[in-house]
């Protein structure tokens, strides 16, 4: 196999890992503002936050490392996803920053008004790259115009058709499923029970808007017969996403949510492949041969990623296994943040001669 087709399989196997573990963190986010119960919110969205609180930062690496090895293995790939598709990565990157900020400062202040804000911010930070993330990719197997010099030609809004939109819808029902059964699976009690009641309503939406897509992908804009079988294997794993859910058996559920995550990369990049970016006029297409680095670079990179990636792999695991425990309102201290506060002046009087007491401020 040439070292181009093996960075291509490579890459894909970064945004695997990408999409299926960023996934349930973006729906757990998703889900904040649609899971809590009046009275209780409080308590319960910290203890969904704390759910994916020792993971969330670890995931996103596998986006860095996927964007990083794509930049050195296909610069001109890079390069004309980057400068064509600018606007939307654009607003993907600055909802995963304020998304960061809201995760690390949420805490810092004991204040409802603070952390009303920093939730929202989780929301709109989950939401956003959810669907732009499939319409991104939806744009990828579908193909964009790129004129001769393999530059980007059609404009944002050539971006959004209902092909595109349709697979923002999908990849946004797949992850809040997969957020709710990640869910489930890691917490206990009343969230426990309504974030696997949502797995199973929202795992036959998604069953349906996936299956639609996917189909359509197939047969409008891949070349691939064997990406038949990516398809099959797509919707057998949500056909047991729904009874799993359904059955309350949050592990088998994980499972099959994750196994519809990797079919979709699989049927996206396998209907792509030899081209990287397919445009309109074949001619003009962007292929694993014509985006690619030297075979210098690519024997480099691959020794680099034989030796590092395993240590990656076995780090990640062991965050996971020591976190492993379900999480309950219970389990949570009381919170430990600074006060929007102001010491009193002293005032010299009968009841606070030393003038030690706070007012709010």
């Given at each position: 196999?040439?070292?181009?087709?093996?960075?291509?399989?490579?890459?894909?196997?970064?945004?695997?890992?990408?999409?299926?573990?960023?996934?349930?963190?973006?729906?757990?986010?998703?889900?904040?503002?649609?899971?809590?119960?009046?009275?209780?919110?409080?308590?319960?969205?910290?203890?969904?936050?704390?759910?994916?609180?020792?993971?969330?930062?670890?995931?996103?690496?596998?986006?860095?490392?996927?964007?990083?090895?794509?930049?050195?293995?296909?610069?001109?790939?890079?390069?004309?996803?980057?400068?064509?598709?600018?606007?939307?990565?654009?607003?993907?990157?600055?909802?995963?920053?304020?998304?960061?900020?809201?995760?690390?400062?949420?805490?810092?202040?004991?204040?409802?008004?603070?952390?009303?804000?920093?939730?929202?911010?989780?929301i709109f930070g989950s939401w956003l790259p959810s669907v732009l993330w499939g319409v991104a990719f939806a744009n990828i197997g579908r193909g964009v115009e790129l004129d001769a010099d393999h530059q980007y030609v059609g404009g944002f809004f050539a971006?959004?058709?209902?092909?595109?939109?349709?697979?923002?819808?999908?990849?946004?029902?797949?992850?809040?499923?997969?957020?709710?059964?990640?869910?489930?699976?890691?917490?206990?009690?009343?969230?426990?029970?309504?974030?696997?009641?949502?797995?199973?309503?929202?795992?036959?939406?998604?069953?349906?808007?996936?299956?639609?897509?996917?189909?359509?992908?197939?047969?409008?804009?891949?070349?691939?017969?064997?990406?038949?079988?990516?398809?099959?294997?797509?919707?057998?794993?949500?056909?047991?996403?729904?009874?799993?859910?359904?059955?309350?058996?949050?592990?088998?559920?994980?499972?099959?949510?994750?196994?519809?995550?990797?079919?979709?990369?699989?049927?996206?990049?396998?209907?792509?492949?030899?081209?990287?970016?397919?445009?309109?006029?074949?001619?003009?297409?962007?292929?694993?041969?014509?985006?690619?680095?030297?075979?210098?670079?690519?024997?480099?990179?691959?020794?680099?990623?034989?030796?590092?990636?395993?240590?990656?792999?076995?780090?990640?695991?062991?965050?996971?296994?020591?976190?492993?425990?379900?999480?309950?309102?219970?389990?949570?201290?009381?919170?430990?943040?600074?006060?929007?506060?102001?010491?009193?002046?002293?005032?010299?009087?009968?009841?606070?001669?030393?003038?030690?007491?706070?007012?709010?401020?």
């Amino acid at each position: 196999m040439e070292l181009t087709t093996v960075w291509f399989v490579l890459i894909a196997v970064l945004w695997t890992g990408y999409l299926v573990l960023e996934g349930f963190d973006f729906g757990v986010g998703m889900l904040l503002g649609l899971l809590p119960k009046k009275g209780d919110k409080e308590r319960e969205r910290r203890v969904m936050i704390n759910t994916i609180g020792p993971v969330w930062d670890g995931n996103e690496v596998w986006l860095l490392t996927a964007g990083g090895a794509t930049f050195a293995a296909f610069p001109e790939w890079y390069a004309t996803l980057f400068s064509g598709f600018y606007l939307p990565l654009f607003l993907i990157l600055v909802a995963l920053i304020v998304r960061v900020v809201a995760f690390e400062w949420r805490g810092k202040i004991d204040d409802d008004r603070w952390r009303a804000w920093a939730d929202r911010a989780l929301i709109f930070g989950s939401w956003l790259p959810s669907v732009l993330w499939g319409v991104a990719f939806a744009n990828i197997g579908r193909g964009v115009e790129l004129d001769a010099d393999h530059q980007y030609v059609g404009g944002f809004f050539a971006l959004l058709n209902p092909f595109a939109l349709l697979g923002g819808v999908v990849t946004a029902l797949i992850f809040l499923t997969h957020g709710a059964v990640f869910l489930a699976l890691k917490s206990d009690g009343d969230i426990r029970t309504r974030a696997g009641v949502f797995a199973a309503r929202s795992s036959v939406a998604t069953l349906v808007a996936a299956g639609v897509w996917a189909v359509w992908l197939q047969l409008s804009y891949s070349d691939e017969g064997w990406t038949w079988a990516a398809v099959a294997v797509a919707a057998v794993a949500l056909v047991l996403l729904v009874l799993a859910t359904r059955a309350r058996r949050e592990g088998r559920a994980f499972v099959a949510s994750a196994v519809a995550i990797v079919a979709a990369v699989v049927l996206i990049f396998g209907s792509l492949f030899p081209d990287v970016m397919p445009a309109f006029d074949p001619a003009n297409s962007l292929t694993v041969e014509n985006a690619s680095s030297t075979s210098y670079t690519l024997t480099v990179m691959t020794w680099v990623a034989v030796i590092l990636t395993p240590l990656v792999l076995l780090y990640q695991g062991w965050t996971y296994w020591v976190f492993r425990k379900r999480l309950t309102t219970e389990h949570l201290p009381a919170p430990a943040g600074l006060r929007f506060e102001r010491p009193v002046e002293a005032h010299a009087g009968p009841t606070d001669s030393a003038g030690s007491g706070t007012i709010e401020g």
